[in-house]
């Protein structure tokens, strides 16, 4: 049946813009007494008389012809939200469930190894090594045969003055916690368990590019002599983890002046 012409105006009477995809073709003639007129550089979409686009946008007015430029983009510094399961208990949070949430653990190492890596300067870095000349301070709390116990103590690292040291007191603090986490599980399946871990741990701190909590993990804490002479947890790891283990330990060995690294 014909189309009642009353009820639909055509785009010519109403004097509207027949829009299309990616095009704007304008059907009645300009009004001579608009004051303004919009145009821009990429034209996608029409929207009260501005057309919006990719591109810079120049508005030609009576009473200011300047190009307007949109804002830079802001990029939000904050970490991102931790990657745990909603159905654990964060109130009564256990080691043992933290560390299976190996991708999270390593990101949030990664986030504390890059704060304290921001916080050493070029100046401290020419000071260790003897290219510029340390203060009087720094020389005489240099600490010198202390045990173990007291070299990885709270008191030491407070004594530690430059970032450089904080950083390396940081990385012995991981590899003697690694050696823990797996030292104190007095069953075999337990303690395989959490070697499994530290090397998906320390397999996505390696996609992170974070090198220091690798070495620190697989040199310094998996590779240590308590937990190579583990003869029996060594057996039960699976195939696929003794591998990537392998991987990244000949990764970070230091022949040839860690060639391969």
């Known amino acids: 049946p014909p189309k009642d012409s009353a009820s639909s ?3 010519a009477e109403s004097g509207e813009l027949v829009q299309d995809v990616g095009a704007v073709s304008p059907v009645a003639p300009p009004d001579p007494n608009i004051t303004s007129t919009t145009t821009s550089l990429t034209t996608s979409h029409t929207t009260n008389g501005h057309v919006e686009g990719e591109g810079l946008s120049r508005e030609n007015s009576e009473d200011n012809g300047s190009i307007s430029v949109p804002p830079p983009a802001t990029f939000c510094n904050c970490p991102p939200d931790p990657a745990i399961p ?22 949030q190492m990664t986030l504390i ?11 401290e870095l020419l000071q260790k090594v003897n ?16 045990s ?14 430059t970032a450089i040291e904080k950083l390396a007191f940081r ?56 937990i190579r002479r583990l003869h029996k947890t060594w057996e039960g790891v699976s195939k696929y983890h003794v591998d990537l283990f392998k991987e990244m330990d000949s990764l970070l060995e230091s022949g040839n002046n860690y060639k391969r690294y």
Not at 89 to 102: A, R
């Open 86 to 107: 909603r159905t654990m208990d964060l109130q009564n949070l256990k080691l043992k469930e933290v560390l299976k949430c190996t991708e999270e653990v390593a990101r």
């Open 9 to 11: 105006p055509s785009s």
């Open 171 to 226: 990385f012995n603090q991981v590899g003697n916690w690694v050696a823990h986490c797996i030292l104190q599980h007095k069953e075999l399946d337990e303690r395989v368990t959490a070697v499994h871990q530290f090397i998906m741990i320390a397999k996505q701190c390696l996609e992170y590019n974070n090198y220091s909590s690798v070495m620190a993990v697989v040199v310094a804490g998996l590779g240590s002599a308590p």
């Open 113 to 123: 190894d890059h704060a304290q890596l921001c916080k050493i300067s070029a100046l």
């Open 131 to 146: 290219m510029v000349p340390r203060p009087q301070s720094q020389r005489n709390s240099k600490m010198s045969g202390q």
């Open 148 to 161: 173990l116990q007291s070299s990885l103590s709270l008191s030491s690292l407070e004594q530690s003055e």
